[in-house]
């Protein structure tokens, strides 16, 4: 071995003593890790030799209770008992970064133990970015004399006086008595479950090494405590040094003999019917030993007998199994679920708590112990305090709020209820989700939703089967799990965007059990296999369109239709709800913003197209932000009393910029030929479309554009042909037998044609739109109209005239032709604020529209005689 040097870079041992002969392994990070990486393979490369360092542990930090004896403590010398009498070096100041990249910041030298382990490096292992695993071999005990920097690298370093065995002539009667115990003790580590070859290594180590260093070893080997190592490490004389190893080896070995006794105790006294209590009769066994030892004389010192009373009072304490067997019981499982429990129970205790069942089973008890079996929320049947929640939190959606209030009504009469399945169907921004959480406020229930958009896999509905690796239940039952009561309301958004029939299984098939009310109160997930009631959950549906919901799912749900806001329901939102938001969101308060009614009309005419308040609030947002940069600026320059907090219309282009939309309608110039109709999309939005028809010379063909779908293609087939054959009497052909389009091609046309269009409304429009090219009269720009048309002439009723309705006063329309037969959905859905504004006219054949929209001085002409007979 080379001469070691009297100045080593410290490494600090943080609740770890190297002792000499022993191998440990450290983790270092950061810059002085990586410098000292790098100096150990330069002296490698170079000087053919290892890097030797100084290992000193770092003390404890005011230990409450010193597990020492007081013979122990006394053995130790003076620098350990008080402040380290070794003087610290002076860095300059650092900061906490650099702090942290040093092996030894400046805080922890007055820390360091006063004795240290001279060690080599051994192996080094790269951790990552700066980390480091240093494997380091113990050479020889040192005292530490003084610290410094080392002169190459910068590194703290210490000088050292190194510690020898002197005094071990003198110990030669205790080296023999060590000696006879550590065979003993490998001879009790043979009947242990311990690798022969390491026993038999240990066996030759005895025979091959010096006792002082084997007592190094084997103190290393056994249960010994920090402050117990901390106190070999500074003990220099050889004969006290194999009386504390002496001591703590005969300790261990006592305890192996206690273990061996107790284990003999429990198997004596089992019988194949009592294996199941094996563990609470072993404990019962340690507490026996235990109160039969104390106060009796032995070889423990007092750090045995200290860790005894702490392990005496943990075993009062219930174990793991016992406190899953008592939240089993309390909580109150029906008697299908209970007996799977105990049967759980029984099986767990006989597995090693190692094995990768144990846990899966853990898990699976665990999970059925945290479900609410039995625990609810009380409703609060307060119908007056519901109102009042659901009016403050939304505005309008009066049908959705009676639906609610009868639900409450029946409940508080009769005392129980089953919960309602409701759907929400309507455009994206009218509230479906936020509504959901109203309700489950104005009831005094929790609220959970789970998002189901994008959803493929049937298990994350029924829950995976245990004999998967990392099986978990589905998503209702983690819901109620999480909610803690059998009776939250549930939300299942966007339903309508399940993914269907995929080779995972079908997830929308799975909540057909979910949403029925006389299947869900036995659900059964495929993780818990035992069926659990889902009946008193109020489950609330979300959906833009029913177009991709099954049948037989949608015929489970209640559905109601929530459409979208007219300008007035959004001046309101926007006045009472959004803008105050949006205010405190920004820091402001109220007397800094100030919008009036008619700016915030025009921001959402001119800069919103939409059913709900999304892009409403975004917009509102903006202006405030818009403000917020006045104010900030004014205040940087010491003008704040120049602010105006009222944002004023003129001021809304320069902080929006140029408004995207405008009123369709009024803009466009009338042209034979042109004609408007009404469109509901299946998002559940209403726009208005425009629909173009020209004539050119040719034989007579139907040519469609504009991305169309086959029943509107039919529809403009149906249009041509009443056109063609009610042409004398609309005043078109000289002749009743005349061909109109004989020598002309017919184009129809609807603008947009990136957006596909399908359905049979349009009808009425494209014969309103024939008409008006054949006779060369204009449709006025401000008129609309919607319905299907036979080929008789019979003008037949059309779906979302609600949302037709509003889209089509939102463009600036204030005439409004509609079939006779869906007069009733007008009176019923449209808001008395639009009634007032439009004129609408109801028809029964496409006579009565075409004398509302034709513009013509004389329309009688064109009626023909009814028929009486």
């Known amino acids: 071995m080379p001469p070691l040097s009297e100045s080593l870079i410290v490494i600090p041992l943080e609740k770890k003593v190297l002792l000499p002969s022993v191998v440990i392994k450290v983790t270092l990070r950061g810059r002085d890790a990586t410098l000292l990486v790098r100096k150990h393979f330069k002296q490698q490369e170079y000087q053919r030799s290892s890097l030797h360092l100084a290992c000193i542990p770092v003390k404890p930090p005011k230990p409450t209770s010193s597990p020492l004896s007081k013979k122990d403590n006394d053995s130790i010398p003076p620098q350990e008992a008080g402040a380290s009498i070794v003087p610290a070096p002076r860095p300059a100041a650092l900061t906490t970064k650099d702090q942290e990249e040093k092996l030894v910041p400046n805080q922890m ?37 003084d610290y410094g920097l080392d002169e190459t690298s910068g590194l703290v370093a210490a000088k050292v006086d190194y510690v020898s065995n002197v005094t071990e002539q003198q110990a030669r009667e205790d080296m023999i008595e060590f000696i006879t115990l550590a065979r003993a003790f490998v001879n009790k580590m043979r009947d242990l479950q311990i690798p022969q070859s390491l026993v038999e290594q240990l066996a030759g180590l005895l025979d091959t090494q010096p006792v002082p260093i084997m007592a190094d070893m084997l103190v290393s080997m056994i249960e010994t405590t920090f402050e117990e190592k901390l106190s070999l490490l500074a003990t220099e004389d050889v004969k006290e040094r194999l009386t504390k190893a002496s001591q703590w080896m005969t300790r261990q070995l006592h305890v192996l003999k206690i273990s061996d006794e107790i284990h003999s105790a429990v198997e004596g006294n089992l019988t194949k019917k009592q294996r199941e209590f094996y563990l609470k009769q072993q404990l019962e066994a340690i507490r026996k030993e235990l109160n039969n030892n104390n106060g009796s004389g032995n070889n423990l010192n007092s750090a045995s007998m200290a860790g005894r009373n702490n392990s005496s009072q943990q075993d009062v304490e219930e174990d793991d199994i016992t406190q899953l067997n008592r939240r089993i019981a309390e909580a109150k499982l029906p008697n299908e679920a209970l007996t799977v429990a105990q049967r759980e129970l029984k099986r767990i205790q006989r597995l090693q708590p190692s094995s990768t069942e144990w846990a899966v089973t853990r898990n699976y008890l665990e999970v059925l112990a945290d479900l609410p079996w039995s625990k609810h929320s009380k409703d609060i049947l307060d119908i007056a305090r519901a109102k009042k929640q659901l009016d403050h939190d939304h505005f309008g959606l009066s049908h959705v709020k009676k639906r609610i209030i009868e639900y409450l009504s029946v409940a508080k009469l009769k005392g129980d209820l089953k919960a309602p399945i409701l759907c929400f169907v309507g455009p994206p921004g009218v509230g479906k989700t936020s509504l959901g959480r109203s309700i489950a406020m104005s009831l005094g229930r929790k609220f959970h939703r789970i998002s189901l958009g994008g959803v493929r896999d049937e298990a994350d ?18 819901g109620v799990r999480r909610c803690g009561v059998n009776n939250p309301v549930f939300l299942l958004d966007e339903v309508d965007k399940l993914v269907h029939s995929s080779h995972y299984g079908d997830p929308a098939a799975a909540l057909l059990e979910i949403l029925d009310p006389e299947q869900n109160n036995s659900f059964s997930d495929h993780y818990l296999n035992v069926p659990f009631d889902l009946s008193k959950i109020m489950f609330i549906a979300t959906a833009n369109s029913l177009d991709t919901i099954p049948a037989p799912l949608l015929d489970r749900m209640e559905v109601i239709q929530l459409h979208g806001y007219t300008f007035e329901e959004k001046l309101h939102i926007a006045r009472t709800h959004l803008l105050p938001k949006q205010i405190q969101q920004h820091g402001l308060t109220i007397d800094k913003i100030h919008i009036d009614d008619q700016t915030l009309l025009w921001i959402a005419e001119q800069y919103t197209r939409e059913s709900g308040v999304r892009t409403l609030e975004r917009t509102i947002a903006s202006v405030i932000r818009g403000k917020c940069v006045q104010l900030a600026d004014l205040l940087e320059e010491g003008k704040e009393n120049q602010y105006t907090p009222t944002v004023v219309l003129k001021d809304i282009p320069n902080m929006l910029g140029v408004p995207p939309f405008e009123k369709e309608t009024i803009e466009r110039e009338p042209l034979p030929g042109v004609a408007t109709g009404l469109a509901y999309s299946s998002s559940g939005n209403g726009g208005i479309l425009f629909i173009e028809a020209s004539k050119m010379p040719g034989k007579g063909d139907l040519r469609l554009t504009g991305s169309l779908g086959d029943v509107i293609k039919e529809s403009a087939h149906i249009a041509l042909t009443w056109v063609k054959a009610n042409a004398y009497a609309l005043k078109i052909a000289p002749t009743i037998d005349t061909n109109i389009v004989e020598k002309f091609d017919i184009h129809l046309h609807l603008p947009n044609g990136s957006v596909k269009k399908d359905g049979p409304s349009a009808g009425v429009t494209l014969v309103t739109s024939l008409v008006s090219l054949f006779t060369g009269c204009v449709v006025p720009s401000t008129t609309a109209m919607t319905g299907e048309i036979s080929l008789r002439g019979i003008v037949l009723p059309v779906g979302g005239i609600k949302e037709k309705v509003i889209s089509a006063h939102r463009a600036g329309v204030r005439k409004i032709v509609l079939p006779e037969r869906n007069r009733k959905d007008v009176d019923a859905d449209v808001p008395e604020g639009i009634k007032s504004d439009i004129h609408f006219v109801y028809a029964k054949t496409i006579w009565d529209v075409l004398e509302a929209t034709i513009a013509m001085t004389d329309k009688t002409i064109w009626r023909p005689m009814e028929s009486h007979l």
């Open 109 to 145: 030298v007055q820390s360091l133990f006063a004795y240290g382990c001279t060690g080599r490096i051994v192996r080094v292992q790269r951790l990552g970015t700066g980390a480091y695993g240093i494997f380091l071999e113990g050479l020889s005990r040192c005292k530490v004399v």
């Open 461 to 478: 509905m029924r829950g995976h089967r245990r004999t998967y690796v990392g099986a978990m239940p589905g998503l209702v039952i983690q």
